[in-house]
Nanobody
Framework: QVQLVESGGRLVQAGGSLRLSCAAS????????MVWYRQTPDEQRESVAG???????TYLDAVKGRFTISRDDDKNTVYLQMNSLKPEDTAVYYC?????????????WGKGTQVTVSS
């Protein structure tokens, strides 16, 4: 099993910055990807940014140039630096770990952290 704990979400004014963290523990495997998702009450969960163990990175178009994903494998932690925040970035942000276990890809989710951007 893998446990993921997100932190860093809070209320911030538009134009401000936040850094989210996601700490992983448990049965961690080398082949993996870490992905940040977000979800609002009336929308589906969407992928915001992802990073593989090899360092390949993808971003949702709406956050390109504003958000930066990074990982520290010594700390088993992935970060999401969010700059120039907009009210439409308001959501619960979730961390997902996608890892290879005995030839099967398995997903683990954190419980989320609330980000609220006021206008």
């Amino acid at each position: 099993q893998v446990q993921l704990v997100e932190s860093g979400g809070r209320l911030v004014q538009a134009g401000g910055s936040l850094r989210l963290s996601c700490a992983a523990s448990g049965s961690l495997r080398r082949q993996n990807a870490m992905v940040w998702y977000r979800q609002t009450p009336d929308e589906q969960r969407e992928s915001v940014a992802g990073i593989t163990y090899g360092g390949s990175i993808t971003y949702l178009d709406a956050v390109k140039g504003r958000f930066t994903i990074s990982r520290d494998d010594d700390k088993n932690t992935v970060y999401l630096q969010m700059n120039s925040l907009k009210p439409e970035d308001t959501a619960v942000y979730y961390c997902k770990r996608h890892q290879l276990e005995d030839s099967t890809w398995v997903d683990y989710w954190g419980k989320g952290t609330q980000v609220t951007v006021s206008s």
